[in-house]
């Protein structure tokens, strides 16, 4: 089983910044993707960023500039730095693994873990 687990969320004023961890541990040849999404009360899930093994990046347009998504292949782990943060930003952020690769299982699949809120302040 793999699990991904996220922390550093928290409370910030309108323009300051925070920065998100997320682990993911278990069984795992290899991770394809690691990303973030966030769900503001009241709205659908939304990508904010993800990274490929490889490094490549995609942001969503509301945080380019702002946001920036690094991974450590190594350690399994995808951190969400996130500077100038709006009131606008508050959602829960939730981690995604994109086309696990599991020993002994034959094909790849998909996690998530369980969310960190981020509360942005005026």
């Known amino acids: 089983q793999v699990q991904l687990v996220e922390s550093g969320g928290g409370l910030v004023q309108a323009g300051g910044s925070l920065r998100l961890y997320c682990a993911a541990s278990?069984?795992?040849?290899?991770?394809?993707?690691m990303g973030w999404y966030r769900q503001a009360p009241g709205k659908q899930r939304e990508l904010v960023a993800v990274?490929?093994?490889?490094?490549?990046?995609n942001y969503a347009d509301s945080v380019k500039g702002r946001f920036t998504i690094s991974r450590d292949n190594a350690k399994n782990t995808v951190y969400l730095q996130m500077n100038s943060l709006k009131t606008e930003d508050t959602a829960a952020y939730y981690c995604n693994a994109q086309r696990v690769r599991v020993v002994g299982l034959p094909y790849e699949y998909n996690y998530w873990g369980q969310g960190t809120q981020v509360t942005v302040s005026s």
């Open positions: 278990g069984s795992i040849v290899s991770i394809n993707a």
């Open positions: 990274i490929t093994s490889g490094g490549n990046t």
